[in-house]
C-alpha cells in the first residue's frame, strides 16, 4: 500500500476525521483489487479541513492543481470548483513520491455524520482507520457505475451477505 500508511498515520496524529472510500476502503473490507490512490471525504468543517491539509502538506502531499492547498478549507472556493469547473475531486500528489496520490471529494457523498456514524474502524499498519460501510460504498459505487465500480459492488454485496451470516457489522 504504496504510501497509504503514512497518508493515515499524519491524518491520525492531526486529529483529522474523514472516512476512507473508493478502493482502499474496498481492499480494507477484504475484496482483493489493486488502487493507485486512496479516496478520502473528509469533514468539510473548515477548522477540520485545515488540519487534514496542514497534514497532507506536511508528508509532502501538493494540489495537482495550481492552487494554494488551504484553499480547499473555503466552502465558497469549493462550491465554485463543484459549479464552475465540475470538480468532483481534489487532487494530491507527491512529487517525491509520484505513487502516493490522494483524491479528497470537494463535496460529501453523504451528511458526514451519517458516514462517520456507519463507518467501520480498521487497523491499517497500526493505525486506527474509519472506512465507509458497505452500504455508503455500494451507494457511491453506483452512482459512478464504471466497470470496476460494478464488480467492487458484486464482491462488497457477497461480502456483506457473508457478515450478515457470520452476524458481523458491515
Given amino acids: 500500500m504504496l504510501g497509504f500508511g503514512s ?22 473490507h477484504g475484496h482483493l483489487r489493486g488502487t493507485a490512490d486512496i479516496d478520502l471525504v473528509i469533514e468539510l468543517a473548515p477548522d477540520n479541513c485545515r488540519r487534514a491539509l496542514d497534514a497532507l502538506a506536511g508528508i509532502g502531499l501538493r494540489p495537482r492543481l495550481p492552487v494554494d492547498m488551504q484553499q480547499f478549507a473555503d466552502p465558497e472556493i469549493r462550491r465554485d470548483w463543484v459549479e464552475n469547473r465540475n470538480m468532483m475531486v481534489f487532487q494530491l500528489w507527491d512529487p517525491e513520491v509520484p505513487g502516493r496520490s490522494v483524491d479528497v471529494f470537494v463535496r460529501e457523498p453523504f451528511g458526514f455524520e451519517e458516514l462517520w456514524s456507519q463507518s467501520v ?42 457478515l450478515r451470516l457470520s452476524g458481523e457489522k458491515s
Fill in 7 to 28: 497518508v493515515l498515520e499524519a491524518l491520525e496524529r492531526a486529529q483529522a476525521r474523514y472516512v476512507v472510500v473508493g478502493g482502499l476502503a474496498v481492499i480494507l
Fill in 121 to 162: 474502524l480498521r487497523e491499517v499498519q497500526g493505525v486506527p482507520v474509519r472506512i465507509a460501510s458497505i452500504a455508503h460504498l455500494v451507494a457511491m459505487k453506483q452512482s459512478a457505475a464504471r466497470p470496476r465500480d460494478l464488480d467492487d459492488i458484486a464482491a462488497l454485496e457477497q461480502i456483506a451477505r457473508e
